[in-house]
Nanobody
Framework: QVQLAESGGGLVQPGGSLTLSCTAS????????MRWYRQAPGKQRDWVAS???????NYADSVKGRFTISRDNAKNTLYLQMNDLKSEDTAVYYC?????????????WGQGTQVTVSS
């Protein structure tokens, strides 16, 4: 059974940095399409970044140049390095694994980790 567990959230001042981790079990991050999403209070869950099994990364315009998605295959862990954090980055961040196959799809989510950017 696939399980995703995020960690690394917390309170940080504007301009600060945080690194989120997503440890996977029951699957391997290196062979799957992995994504980070975030959801601010009262708002919809928005896509933040993604990485393909080939290592190609994409980012939402709002985080491009500040966030970096990566993975450590040996640790089976996905990361989101967040720099120059802004108050609008405050949200619960979720790790996602998505896999499409003939006749269906798999869509797994972690429990989320809170990131609060405030002075």
């Amino acid at each position: 059974q696939v399980q995703l567990a995020e960690s690394g959230g917390g309170l940080v001042q504007p301009g600060g940095s945080l690194t989120l981790s997503c440890t996977a079990s029951g699957t391997t991050v290196s062979t799957n399409f992995m994504r980070w999403y975030r959801q601010a209070p009262g708002k919809q869950r928005d896509w933040v970044a993604s990485i393909t099994n080939g290592g190609h990364a994409n980012y939402a315009d709002s985080v491009k140049g500040r966030f970096t998605i990566s993975r450590d295959n040996a640790k089976n862990t996905l990361y989101l390095q967040m720099n120059d954090l802004k108050s609008e980055d405050t949200a619960v961040y979720y790790c996602n694994l998505y896999k499409a196959y003939p006749g269906g799809e798999d869509d797994y989510w972690g429990q989320g980790t809170q990131v609060t950017v405030s002075s």
